[in-house]
């Protein structure tokens, strides 16, 4: 099932504006993906799971998410010290491994996590729909932050149709394997999906216009810029101003 | 197929952005606000669909569907990849803020591309209707994965084995992909064909 685990909390970070955790999460995103030193990926990395820690998160669920995310990051450890060209820092039988390619890799894994848990730690403890408002305020194109709602309530609704289709053929004694036969029940699971979408979409299109929609989506949500997030913004700002002058003044 | 965060250079990611910023502006514009319904409920399929698992050999690959996506929706495949792309970043933290530009571009322009390429074959007699699925299918997701490992050695020329272990091991799941998209399109041929790009009465 799909859920959004970790947004129901109440820690200081659950209870931020989303439009300041929005903003943070891009800049800081992109700083650390710009960075090239290990003091500043460390100090990144140190940074993250000091902001994990203030969500107050389940940490088994936190790890879960980031070891399934890890799935490039470890075609990189694999393949890369064995390709990249550099010196050769000792060797597996016929292969060299270099020192530049467990260097890279390593600068990899760092900033990919540095970033993936910061990303958790300020954007996943916000419900979708409250981003999405947020997003709308941020002056976001309207008809995206539409499509994306909409996308949103509606993923629900076609999971539950998906769990219908497979009961069925479950039901019908269906069992997946490696032949053709699953490859064209699946076919025809997901042509039947897709059927009852359109027919759904132009139910919901027909019930939106009897309610008087005009093609604007209102957004009734205030969101307030007070006390708690001046104080975040500020540290946050001097944190990742930090960052950039280690990286860029090469400190450390 | 996702490219993780902090992998990719500043520069590819910024194309990245720039690059899937205009497409989904050109989709954005080909959508009217009676079709977002549409967009987002086939979006929100695409995205259920993405999670079903089809075995293949010992283990089992996820489909991407962006063939079907192209065949579907045209240039709305942009905004609807886009949104399906950020959800599944939001829901499971796959793929992130800087790699959304580039993993947008990397599925949606395949899916355009196959649109117009295989997009007025599939009302045709039915061998090639069927070739022209399967080639939908098939070449989104190589041309997908090529670009994936495009944005890789564009970010640093070392990068190239891994980019060519990438493409290979997206080879089965580009005959699986050109199969189901084979299957789903005669199945929407005979069931609700005005889905289907150039349906005429």
């Known amino acids: 099932m799909i859920h959004e685990s970790l947004a129901n909390g109440h820690s200081q970070i659950h209870r931020l504006d989303p439009r300041l955790k929005i903003i943070f999460a891009t800049v800081y995103s992109f700083i650390i993906a710009l960075s090239d030193r290990f003091p500043t990926l460390f100090a990144a990395l140190a940074l993250s799971f000091l902001l994990i820690g203030l969500a107050r998160l389940n940490l088994q669920e936190v790890l879960r998410k980031v070891v399934l995310v890890n799935g490039l990051i470890l075609l990189f450890w694999v393949v890369l010290p064995l390709t990249f060209t550099g010196e050769p820092l000792f060797y597996l039988g016929p292969l060299a491994v270099t020192r ?63 769990a219908r289709l497979i009961r069925a053929a479950k039901i019908r004694g269906f069992r997946a394997g490696n032949n053709m036969h699953t490859y064209r029940t699946y076919a025809y699971l997901i042509g039947m999906l897709l059927v009852k979408a359109t027919a759904r979409a132009e139910r919901v299109h027909q019930a939106m216009v009897c309610r008087g929609f005009k093609g604007k989506f209102y957004c009734l949500h205030e969101f307030s810029f007070s006390r708690p997030e001046k104080i975040w913004s500020a540290l946050m700002s001097i944190a990742i101003i930090g960052l950039g002058i280690v990286e860029w003044m090469e400190i450390a | 197929m996702h490219i993780s965060e902090g992998v990719l250079s500043g520069q590819v990611l910024f194309s990245g952005m720039v690059l899937a910023a205009a497409g989904t502006a050109i989709g954005l514009k080909r959508i009217d606000y009676d079709r977002i319904p549409h967009t987002a409920i086939l979006s929100a399929s695409f995205f259920v669909a993405s999670l079903i698992h089809v075995p293949i050999g010992p283990s089992s690959v996820h489909l991407i569907l962006n063939g079907i996506v192209g065949l579907l929706l045209g240039w709305g495949a942009f905004p609807a990849i886009l949104v399906a792309l950020t959800l599944q970043a939001l829901l499971f933290q796959f793929g992130g803020i800087t790699t959304l530009g580039v993993n947008t571009m990397t599925m949606a322009l395949p899916a355009v591309l196959c649109y117009y390429l295989f997009g007025s074959m599939v009302h045709k007699r039915n061998s090639i209707a069927l070739f022209g699925s399967f080639a939908c299918g098939a070449f989104s997701v190589f041309l997908g994965a090529i670009m994936v490992g495009l944005a890789l050695v564009f970010t640093e020329e070392n990068f190239f084995q891994v980019s060519t272990l990438l493409v290979i091991s997206h080879l089965p799941v580009m005959v699986i992909e050109g199969i189901i998209t084979a299957f789903c399109v005669t199945f929407l041929k005979k069931v609700q064909p005005a889905m289907l790009p150039g349906f005429h009465e």
């Open chain 1, 100 to 162: 530049e390619g467990i260097l890279l890799s390593a600068k990899i894994t760092i900033k990919s996590n540095a970033i993936l848990l910061f990303f958790i730690a300020l954007i996943a403890t916000t419900s979708i729909a409250t981003l999405g408002y947020a997003l709308n305020r941020l002056r976001i194109p309207e008809k995206i932050v539409h499509l994306l709602l909409l996308t949103y309530r509606y993923t629900f609704v076609i999971e539950q149709e998906y």
